[in-house]
């Protein structure tokens, strides 16, 4: 069973909402990310975070803000959903393990926007 | 051109064949080569990683070739378990970066 958690598990909104998705992992990471996947399962990466602090910000509209209260969080607010947003996002953590940096991986949030 | 590529598929094998797949990355500085697996609505799951000596886990085979910029995936004795999409991974190690192939659809068939 993963143990990186996130919330809702669904989202289904009108355009135009901000809405948030919550992230969490005990797994002790210090790095944090998340991803969408779009309708292609294409797997994008959106931000990543180093003990609270970003260090990916790849170019994604400002109406993503990711924040990391702690190591163990990572949320994504979403200001004026658009049509396009409706993707399932993936929450992840990774470890270095022997030498190299691991990844695990959430359940997802599978957004619609109406 | 895209950091990784994989042949996207779909392919589709009857049990117990076996199966492979190849993936190519552009940054001749990656460090790390990971497959996951991703089932259909679910999240992407490690299977292995990908050491430069090649590595083996039951019937999986994973091999690196550095000069050539490529990595493969061997499914021997294919279940119908097994059917899932398969993606490529490659880690630059700067700023943990990581980036995806779009994946290869597999679908094993009775």
């Known amino acids: 069973d993963t143990a990186v958690s996130q919330t809702p598990k669904y989202l289904v909104t009108q355009m135009g909402n901000d809405k948030s998705i919550k992230c969490e992992q005990n797994?002790?990471?210090?790095?944090m990310y998340w991803y969408k996947q779009d309708s292609k399962k294409f797997l994008k990466i959106m931000f990543s975070?180093?003990?609270?602090?970003?260090?990916i910000n790849e170019t994604v509209p400002n109406r993503f803000s990711p924040k990391s209260p702690d190591k163990a969080h990572l949320n994504l607010h979403i200001n004026s959903l658009e049509l396009g947003d409706s993707a399932v996002y993936f929450c992840?953590?990774?470890?270095?393990?022997?030498?190299?940096?691991?990844?695990?991986f959430g359940p997802g949030t599978r957004l619609l926007v109406l | 051109r895209k950091e990784v590529e994989q042949d996207p598929g779909p392919f589709n094998v009857p049990e117990g064949a076996t199966v492979a797949f190849n993936c190519t990355y552009s940054?001749?500085?990656?460090?790390?080569f990971f497959w996951y697996r991703q089932d259909c609505r679910k999240e992407p799951k490690l299977l292995m990683s990908?050491?430069?000596s090649g590595n083996e886990d039951g019937r999986f085979t994973a091999q690196l070739n550095r000069a050539s910029q490529y990595i493969s995936l061997l499914i021997r004795d294919s279940k119908l378990s097994d059917s899932a999409t398969y993606l490529c991974?490659?880690?630059?190690?700067?700023?943990?970066?990581?980036?995806f192939g779009t994946g290869t659809s597999l679908t094993v068939i009775p």
């Open positions: 992840a953590s990774s470890h270095r393990d022997r030498g190299r940096e691991t990844q695990y």
């Open positions: 797994l002790g990471h210090d790095t």
């Open positions: 975070y180093n003990n609270k602090e970003l260090i």
């Open positions: 940054n001749s500085a990656s460090q790390s």
């Open positions: 990908v050491y430069s």
């Open positions: 991974v490659v880690n630059w190690n700067t700023g943990n970066q990581f980036y």
